[in-house]
């Protein structure tokens, strides 16, 4: 992504209230949306657990967009619902009209932040470039999770990086170890600081303000149900609960480390050490919290403290040490006119296209690698909208906790941007992105369609998703069925791009012009057509398929006809998982 362009040091932020501003995250005032579920987000008093992000009672402030307000409620309860839910579903949850969220999934879908099905809302790959705008801010990612595996893969235990979401803790990174009793925390997930061994850490450098909002959060929702990442309480808290975290948060800053024995279900330990900051002027802020998580059968916290905090406290100086020598990234050229396609969506759209969610959206994505902060000039000329509607989208933002301002003329984000989405959709595999879009292309060309992926030792191919056409004839392939590499086109496209040569083969023909077809050379009448799918390295990672009987298309339709629909969808499948695989990984099966 672009760098961050140059900074503006004379101009002034909006600040809150009548004068245009930026609300901060404990004011607001003016007219905010009336219904419950955007009523909670759109109050930002309370601590990090809450549903929204947002206590009761706070009213978003006058210049707030209301629509991008509904539009984040609706996104938000997609995510708590693990990605889909039903229209009328939407509309209980929100409490929003039907013909609202009809308007809101149509602009959303027009994003390609969801995709409507019937009656269900699914969110869809792209949304995660929302997230993906914070952690490429952010940096984290990019540079520690290198270390981060290689610690998992040493203590073969599960590892993560976490930060500080106010009183909470939100995952950025996680390195898991593939058990029948494993880690199932995604990136983006919000846990309470008080049920962790991160949450010491950090509430080591809380002020008196952010105590207080923890001890109202506890009061408001003592059972932590606002926390769908982990099991709620049996009991309510009580004193002793909290009495037993001002302790631990003490022992974290004597000790420099924090344990979790059990805190978030009996079971599950984990030992943490921070991560201090580099380039910031305090060299005892914290980054980042780096953990190692097990469970009781493999190891105590006391065999945690004892065995794997060394290991843990090396790699986190290792990280700090590659914080400390890597330079900010160069500046490069901005981003501009990010938002410019929503007019033209509006003219196609009508009423059904709400613009002002589409561009405040599209405000979150003007940050990146090199533009963690950014002024409003330098927001507007990235989205190329006026200065006035880039500034009510930055105040709807900072009022909803999404955005803040580390200083009086910059916004950054925060990591409330993961809860956009980003749980859900960082697992998602490539069959479950590639599977919609076979359903189009089988839709349009009227033949089967398939996705395949080269299986161990390299001489099998394995289909791993599939849309049948209605047709009486037609290929009969599940998922699941595995043929010899050669003798597929899906094989063909996947071997050109591995070193071995195969004999009988012009795999290199096949490298070069991108696609392979095998004219009945499997089986008599059957012709199958190939393209590549290529990951964000341009590595052939799977391969989409058509096959049909010769009788249907000929050789020159082939080519005509069914290539051209073929490349356009990979086009579109490796997009989607261009997005979801910048700092997850996607499963290919």
């Not at 600040?15 to 004011?27: F, H, L, N």
């Not at 009781?296 to 914080?323: G, Y």
């Not at 697992?427 to 996705?451: F, G, K, M």
Request: charged fraction near 25%; charge should be neutral; include cysteine.
């Amino acid at each position: 992504m672009p760098a961050k362009p140059t900074h503006d040091a004379h101009e002034a932020a909006p600040r809150a209230g009548g004068t245009g501003a930026a609300a901060s995250p404990s004011s607001g005032a003016g007219a905010g949306a009336p219904t419950e579920a955007v009523a909670r987000l759109s109050a930002p008093s309370a601590g990090a657990g809450t549903r929204a992000g947002a206590g009761a009672g706070a009213e978003a402030p006058t210049e707030a967009v209301t629509p991008l307000i509904r539009g984040i409620a609706v996104l938000r309860e997609l995510t708590e619902a693990d990605g889909t839910l039903s229209l009328s579903a939407l509309e209980r949850a929100t409490g929003l009209a039907r013909s609202t969220i009809d308007r809101i999934t149509a602009t959303l879908a027009r994003m390609d932040y969801v995709r409507v099905d019937g009656r269900d809302v699914h969110l869809a790959p792209r949304l995660m470039e929302l997230g993906n705008a914070y952690l490429s801010a952010l940096r984290l990612p990019a540079l520690l999770s290198a270390r981060a595996d290689a610690l998992a893969d040493e203590l073969d235990e599960s590892v993560s990086l976490a930060v500080a979401d106010r009183d909470g803790i939100r995952f950025i990174h996680q390195a898991t170890r593939r058990r029948a009793m494993s880690l199932s925390f995604r990136i983006g997930d919000l846990l309470p600081a008080e049920r962790t061994a991160p949450g010491p850490l950090f509430a080591t450098q809380w002020t008196d303000a952010d105590w207080q909002r923890w001890r109202d959060r506890r009061a408001s929702d003592p059972r932590d149900l606002s926390f769908t990442a982990v099991p709620p309480r049996k009991y309510g808290a009580d004193q002793r609960n909290d009495e037993a975290f001002v302790s631990r948060t003490e022992e974290a800053a004597a000790n420099g480390w924090a344990l979790d024995d059990q805190l978030i279900e009996p079971g599950l330990v984990a030992v943490s050490v921070p991560v201090r900051s580099a380039h910031t002027g305090d060299s005892r802020k914290i980054a980042c919290v780096a953990s190692v998580v097990s469970h009781t059968s493999r190891h105590t916290a006391h065999d945690l403290r004892t065995t794997l905090l060394p290991r843990l406290r090396s790699a986190v100086t290792e990280m700090e040490r590659e914080l400390r020598r890597t330079p900010p990234p160069e500046p490069g050229p901005p981003p501009s006119d990010l938002a410019l396609w929503t007019g033209a969506s509006k003219q196609q759209l009508g009423r059904d296209f709400i613009e002002s969610l589409a561009r405040g959206l599209t405000v979150l994505t003007a940050f990146g690698e090199g533009r963690p902060e950014l002024t409003l000039t330098e927001v507007a000329q990235a989205t190329g909208l006026a200065r006035a509607t880039a500034r009510r989208a930055l105040i709807t933002y900072e009022h909803l906790g999404l955005v803040t301002t580390p200083n009086p003329r910059t916004f950054t984000l925060t990591p409330r941007v993961l809860s956009l989405g980003f749980p859900p959709l960082s697992r998602t595999s490539l069959p479950e992105i590639a599977q919609p879009h076979l359903s189009d292309l089988t839709s349009r060309i009227h033949e089967s369609t398939a996705l395949a992926v080269l299986a161990d030792p390299g001489e099998e191919i394995q289909y791993t998703a599939r849309v049948a056409t209605g047709r009486v004839m037609s290929v009969n392939i599940t998922v699941g069925t595995r043929r010899p590499a050669h003798a597929t086109a899906p094989g063909r496209v996947l071997l050109a791009d591995t070193p071995t040569d195969h004999e009988g083969l012009d795999l290199t023909s096949i490298r070069s012009q991108g696609y392979a077809l095998v004219d009945e050379e499997l089986e008599e009448g059957l012709r199958s057509l190939a393209v590549p799918i290529r990951d964000r390295a341009g590595r052939v990672v799977a391969a989409l398929n058509t096959a049909t009987h010769a009788s249907r298309h000929t050789l020159r339709e082939c080519m005509t006809d069914l290539l051209p629909a073929l490349a356009s969808t990979a086009a579109r499948i490796e997009s989607d998982l261009h997005t979801a695989g910048r700092f997850t990984r996607v499963s290919l099966t």
